[in-house]
């Protein structure tokens, strides 16, 4: 029986330690739901606060739109407007006085060497020179006469040694082929020696003649390339050359008051029949071209109050402030004088930077 006992005290033993076992587990478990309780909680709170700071910290970073500097072409000018005409006109003067009977060409007419362009009568130069009191007669009535060939009227008031109107016709000739650019007299008219009947170009070249303001023409220059646009030929585009350059300057009345201009005569070198003579243009004439230029656009450029310039320059997600030199604008943009250089990132929307100057690029840019 001795085996009996031990092999119960063995087994009430073995049922304490699993009676003891089955407590410490059970306290174990209980204890290890604690942590988890408390570890999710910690997680909770760091998850929540995570949330919460980076809704602070993106609510103080800007998306922004940037810009890569790079070169570009720019192109000064200086603009004026001017009117139409043909270019290497001549005048036909009167040789004698003369009265006008027929013009039988118009402005914008070709004609060729020898065409006849005006029928008038050589009136004596002494009968010109008596007044109308001296003639008893008004001048409206010489004039009248001399329109309807009436000399008789005349012959009867004034010494007939001093009035000579020959009955015949003098021709006055195109002297070369040419276009009529001008005809500044009226069938009618009475015409004084080295009076201009017609104007006539050699060639159908035309031109366009400016009033440069003095504070300009210094920096034009002969042979610089023009620009040239004007309602009258609506979308389309001429090119032209600075053909000559006035050596003086004359006074003009402007919407600021006198100032001194100077003309400048511009050639047009692709002339056709849509730009007409008389048609007001618009002239850039090009001072100055430059290739490597820095050009940011407008929205891009900020001034501070004491006028100075300042771009916001993209570095590793942050909005860096520059000061820069602006210089002349342009349609794409402002051109940076210094401040910048080419490669770097400029801000497009430096408006949306907030104070953290921390920003962020949006989409289209990556």
Excluded: W
């Excluded at 080419?342 to 949006?362: A, C, F, Q, W």
Aim: proline content about 2%; glycine content about 6%; hydrophobic content about 35%.
């Amino acid at each position: 029986m001795p085996y009996a006992k031990i092999i119960n005290n063995i087994l009430k033993n073995d049922n304490n330690t699993l009676e003891k076992d089955s407590k410490n587990k059970f306290y174990s478990g209980v204890r290890l739901m604690n942590i988890k309780k408390i570890l999710f909680s910690v997680i909770a709170v760091f998850l929540l606060c995570t949330v919460i700071a980076d809704g602070y910290i993106k609510s103080n970073i800007a998306n922004v739109d940037v810009f890569v500097i790079g070169y570009s072409k720019t192109e000064d000018s200086v603009v004026s407007n001017g009117t139409v005409e043909y270019s290497n006109t001549n005048s036909i003067k009167s040789k004698e006085n003369y009265m006008i009977e027929e013009i039988t060409v118009t402005p914008g007419d070709e004609v060729k060497a020898g065409d006849r362009l005006v029928i008038c009568k050589t009136i004596d130069s002494d009968m010109l020179a008596v007044s109308a009191s001296e003639a008893g007669l008004s001048n409206e009535q010489i004039i009248a006469a001399l329109k309807g060939s009436d000399y008789s009227l005349i012959s009867e008031s004034i010494d007939n040694t001093k009035l000579e109107v020959s009955n015949e016709d003098v021709v006055i000739c195109a002297e070369n082929d040419g276009i009529i650019t001008d005809m500044p007299i009226s069938e009618g008219d009475i015409i004084t020696k080295n009076q201009t009947l017609v104007k006539m170009s050699q060639n159908s070249d035309k031109q366009i003649v400016l009033n440069i303001n003095e504070s300009e023409i210094s920096d034009i220059t002969k042979g610089q390339q023009v620009n040239i646009t004007g309602v009258g030929f609506k979308d389309k585009k001429y090119s032209g050359t600075v053909e000559s350059i006035s050596p003086y300057a004359e006074k003009a009345n402007t919407l600021l008051g006198k100032c001194a201009t100077v003309k400048v005569t511009v050639k047009i070198n692709d002339a056709d029949n849509d730009i007409k003579c008389g048609y007001t243009a618009k002239c850039s004439i090009i001072t100055n071209t430059d290739n490597t230029s820095l050009v940011v656009p407008y929205d891009a450029v900020l001034y501070n109050n004491d006028g100075s310039a300042y771009v916001y320059v993209y570095d590793k997600g942050y909005a860096r402030k520059r000061v820069v030199e602006a210089g002349n604008e342009y349609s794409e943009g402002i051109k940076i004088i210094s401040g910048i250089k080419k490669g770097e990132i400029v801000i497009n929307t430096p408006r949306e930077i907030t104070e953290s100057g921390r920003v962020l690029l949006n989409k289209k840019h990556l």
